[in-house]
């Protein structure tokens, strides 16, 4: 049971103080520590009503998958941290589709080294959003609103198009969650380089979007 117990809490990041957290039909008497002190094998005897309740708590969760924070994961953050002078605050600030839990006190604990684990879909975001940002040069502009596409960027915009089969009209189709102001025909001018300023949130989303498109067609 001890292991099934640590499963749930492995597959759902959720750990038992945030599991009991605001729960108003918790069981008298159940509270986070006596949870800590089953995972641990501290304690042996349960009572049945507080072993069923935390089991379907973790039950009823989503389940995500997670990794460990590796040096090379970890050079990868810092140096886009560096090289764009934009923390963790600022990179989440005004966030479009933004994983669901996503913090800037998570990102802060990866670099560090508080949090040697992430959330697979938490570090994907991070990681597009960050190489969508310019060097620091140019880290006023991009807070302020606009950044320059780099060639880099502009070539992974082509690289997704061509590799999905779907143009900014079909990528766009549907698009309810998409940050303000952007549409199919922002994404043509960046593609064709009519245009060639972007808000880095569109640009994120841009990229995020097209990704999860990959095999689809």
């Not at 090379?72 to 934009?86: Q, S």
């Not at 933004?98 to 570090?123: F, Q, T, V």
Request: with cysteine.
């Amino acid at each position: 049971m001890i292991e099934t117990l640590k499963s749930y809490r492995e597959k759902t990041g959720v750990g038992s103080v945030a599991l009991l957290k605001n729960q108003s039909d918790c069981p008298e008497n159940l509270t986070p520590r006596h949870i800590k002190s089953w995972l641990e094998g501290r304690l042996i005897s349960v009572p049945p009503e507080h072993l069923k309740y935390v089991l379907g708590r973790w039950e009823a969760l989503p389940v995500f998958e997670f990794g460990k924070i590796t040096e090379d994961i970890l050079d990868v953050l810092k140096e886009h941290w560096h090289r764009t002078k934009v923390g963790p605050v600022p990179l989440l600030k005004d966030a479009a589709a933004k994983p669901e839990g996503l913090r800037p006190h998570i990102i802060a604990a990866w670099l560090d080294g508080r949090s040697r684990s992430y959330r697979k879909d938490h570090l994907k975001y991070v990681l597009e959003r960050w190489s969508a940002l310019p060097d620091a040069l140019n880290t006023r502009r991009v807070l302020s609103g606009y950044a320059e596409i780099t060639p880099a960027q502009r070539d992974r915009l082509h690289e997704l198009k061509n590799r999905t089969g779907f143009g900014p009209n079909a990528l766009m189709r549907g698009a309810k969650d998409a940050p303000r102001g952007l549409g199919s025909g922002k994404i043509w001018g960046w593609l064709d380089g009519t245009i060639k300023t972007a808000k880095p949130e569109q640009l994120a989303y841009v990229f995020t979007r097209w990704e999860s498109l990959i095999g689809k067609k």
